[in-house]
Structure formats: C-alpha cells, structure tokens
C-alpha cells in the first residue's frame, strides 16, 4: 500500500540533513587560495605577482552580489595615493587561481611537476596550452603560437587538466549523474547536455541557476494510443569541492488509449474508460563525496503513483573511479523495494569536454548470462 506519513518522515529527514550538511560547508570558504583569501605584498613577491607595479600592497577576495561573480580588490601602500582597485571577474576562475598557486607552491618546494595545461574560454575565441603564470591581473599561457597575456576578467570558463601521479586528469563534464541516477552535484547556470539513453529514450537539462536545474523527455514513438513524457527538476542544497547534496525529482506523465483506432469509425472508440493517464516517479535526495580519483554517491527516494508515496525507500549507491584522463570506471546499483536482489551495474565513461558516452552490464546476482547492455551518449553544451 502507498501512505503518505512516510513521506513526511522522509522530506524530514532530508532536511535535517541538509542543515547539517550546509553548516558543514560553510566551515570552509567557497572563494579560497591555498594561501588564504588575502595575498600580501610578501606572498606576491615569492609568486611572481604584480612584478610591474612597486606600489602593490595587498589583494583581497571577495563575492560578488551574483553567486556566478567575484571580485579582486587590489589596494596600493598609502604613499602611492592610489585608490583601491576591483576587478571583476567569473567566480569559477577563483578555482583556476587556486589551481595555479597551489601547483606554483609545489614546484617552489622542489617537487618534479608536468605544467599544467588547461584551455580557457574567452567571448572571442577558446585558447589552450601550459598555464605558465598568474600575474594578479591576467594570465601567460604557453601555446603553439608563443605566450599569450589573458586579462583575468576576460576568462569565461576554464578546462582544467589536473596532474595526479605523473600524468594529466580532465574532469568529466557529466559529474551531475552517473550512469541514469543523478549525483549530488548541481549543473552551473548556462551549462547543460542533451542525452539519449538506451538509443530511443532521449533527455536533456539545463543549469537555470547555479542550485537550479531541470530537464525532461518525451519518449519518441508516442502515439494517441501510448504516450509518454518526464520531468527531472533538480535543486542543489549544498555544494563545495569536497562533495553536494540535491533534492529532486523524477515525474514520468503516461497516457493510454486502450479503444480502437482513432483512424477508424467506431462509435464507441471514444469511450472515456478506454483513456488512462497516470503519473508516477521518485522523490529522492543524493549526495556525493569525492577525493583525488574517486567520488561517491548515496541516495535515497520514495516512488510515487498518482499521488500515492511509497512507504518502502529505494536505495542507490554509485562509486567513480577515473583511470586517467577522459576515462574512469562507474558502478550504479539499486535496492528496489520488492526486489529480493539488488539490481547492479558496471562500466566505463569516454569524455571529452563536449561528448561522452557510457557503456555498462546490468545484471542481478542470479542471472545466468553476463548482463544487459547499457549505452548512452551525451552533448553537453
């Protein structure tokens, strides 16, 4: 029987655990350098920052009034008498300059380490080579056609190839979900993919805010005998580099006509109990935790039918694993109430920074061949 006191209990749970996850986060700083929010003349020096400007004093970090903005608040020594400068520039490209200082501090202290290479997007045109310098008001970068200066606020994304044991990571644009299920992090505004899945189910979502997403499908044989369409809104509770947790929703809208042919004259093809619509999906909550080369994903959902909630939850856990750069192994696998077995998953993702496309087996513990294939390939945009 479907009741809807578990339900309750279930949003409750989801929200608790969400206040604690939020406090958690903002124990850390969402903008911060491995040297601190605030670079000082002394730290400018050993990183080769500001080298033109003799008047440099200190330069600080800060939000913008736009989640998807922040600010470089550069202040000059008194003697100089000049005024205090900002700069504006894209919140992501703090997680660059991140990026940079803590590679720069590494190969100060003598390590053995490959330039990190990355490909930055402009208004005018993608450009991609070494990251060879953050200067504090723009960026070096080495390509094929000699040093290119990049004024900070001119970056509108970064592509950023991470160095993890002598060779180069790329992070896979299709974090937001696994295989089908969703992960706990959030899709950034502007950004989004469409996706077919198993060949005929196709989908798509878009990031409308940086917590926000939805997106949704029609499967692609409908007819006025069999239709179908789904809905999958997504909104992000909490999210910094360590892990997210979302709340969603996955709302499929069915339509049966069982009468005969519409083509056809009958009478009786109209008769309203022949017509059947129905809608039914999974509430749920996921969160995902992740380190160097693994990420891990737990979720909890409650299915619903036309407006009945479940009183038995759904389960799924997910584990990433990326093996080197545009490739790692996913696992996803279901606890279904019902079910006497989990239902298991197993495969690889090829990315690149626009495509990917997943292959896995799905099989239970008592099946007696390999699995049933999975496919899916994605355009992200």
């Known amino acids: 029987m479907f009741k809807y006191h578990a339900g309750y209990r279930f949003?409750?749970?989801?929200?608790?655990?969400?206040m604690v996850t939020v406090h958690a986060g903002r124990c850390e700083?969402?903008?911060?350098?491995?040297?601190?929010?605030?670079?000082?003349l002394e730290e400018a020096q050993t990183y080769g920052l500001f080298e033109d400007e003799e008047d440099f004093f200190v330069l600080m970090v800060s939000s913008g009034l736009k989640s998807d903005i922040a600010i470089l608040n550069i202040q000059y020594t008194e003697?100089?008498?000049?005024?205090?400068?900002?700069?504006?520039?894209?919140?992501?490209?703090?997680?660059?300059?991140?990026?940079?200082?803590?590679?720069?501090?590494?190969?100060?202290?003598?390590?053995?380490?490959?330039?990190?290479?990355?490909?930055?997007?402009?208004?005018?045109?993608?450009?991609?080579?070494d990251l060879l310098?953050?200067?504090?008001?723009?960026?070096?970068?080495?390509?094929?056609?000699?040093?290119?200066e990049i004024p900070v606020q001119k970056v509108k994304k970064h592509y950023l190839e991470h160095q993890?044991?002598?060779?180069?990571?790329?992070?896979?644009?299709?974090?937001?979900?696994?295989?089908?299920?969703?992960?706990?992090?959030s899709l950034p505004k502007g950004d989004g993919y469409s996706s077919v899945y198993e060949v005929v189910l196709p989908g798509f979502q878009y990031g409308i805010t940086d917590r926000f997403s939805i997106g949704g499908g029609i499967f692609p044989f409908s007819s006025e005998q069999f239709a179908m369409?789904?809905?999958?809104?997504?909104?992000?509770?909490?999210?910094?580099?360590?892990?997210?947790?979302?709340?969603?929703?996955?709302?499929?809208?069915?339509?049966?006509?069982?009468?005969?042919?519409?083509?056809?004259?009958?009478?009786?093809?109209?008769?309203?109990?022949?017509?059947?619509?129905?809608?039914?999906?999974?509430?749920?909550?996921?969160?995902?935790?992740?380190?160097?080369?693994?990420?891990?994903?737990?979720?909890?959902?409650?299915?619903?039918?036309?407006?009945?909630?479940?009183?038995s939850p759904m389960v799924v856990i997910g584990w990433e694993y990326e093996v080197r750069r545009g490739f790692k192994l996913l696992s996803e696998n279901w606890i279904l109430p019902g079910l006497d077995q989990p239902i298991l998953s197993f495969g690889g993702r090829w990315y690149?920074?626009?495509?990917?496309?997943?292959?896995?087996?799905?099989?239970?513990?008592?099946?007696?061949?390999?699995?049933?294939?999975?496919?899916?390939?994605?355009?992200?945009?």
């Open 133 to 148: 310098q953050w200067k504090g008001r723009s960026f070096v970068l080495g390509t094929t056609y000699g040093n290119l």
């Open 229 to 311: 369409a789904w809905i999958t809104p997504k909104f992000g509770i909490v999210e910094n580099e360590k892990g997210a947790f979302s709340l969603g929703i996955f709302s499929t809208f069915v339509h049966f006509n069982n009468g005969e042919d519409p083509g056809q004259e009958n009478e009786d093809s109209s008769n309203s109990d022949d017509i059947q619509d129905a809608n039914f999906g999974i509430l749920y909550g996921v969160g995902t935790i992740k380190n160097e080369r693994n990420a891990y994903t737990g979720g909890l959902g409650f299915g619903y039918a036309n407006g009945n909630l479940s009183s």
């Open 11 to 18: 949003w409750v749970i989801l929200i608790l655990l969400s």
């Open 29 to 40: 700083q969402w903008l911060q350098h491995s040297i601190g929010d605030t670079i000082t």
């Open 352 to 381: 690149g920074k626009r495509l990917a496309a997943d292959f896995a087996l799905i099989r239970t513990f008592d099946m007696q061949f390999l699995g049933v294939p999975w496919v899916d390939f994605v355009v992200n945009f």
């Open 79 to 129: 003697e100089s008498q000049k005024p205090t400068e900002n700069i504006v520039i894209h919140a992501s490209t703090i997680n660059l300059i991140d990026e940079w200082l803590h590679w720069k501090n590494q190969q100060l202290n003598s390590a053995e380490l490959k330039p990190l290479h990355a490909e930055l997007e402009l208004p005018e045109k993608d450009f991609t080579g």
């Open 164 to 185: 993890y044991r002598g060779y180069f990571r790329g992070e896979d644009p299709n974090r937001t979900r696994l295989f089908f299920a969703p992960t706990g992090w």
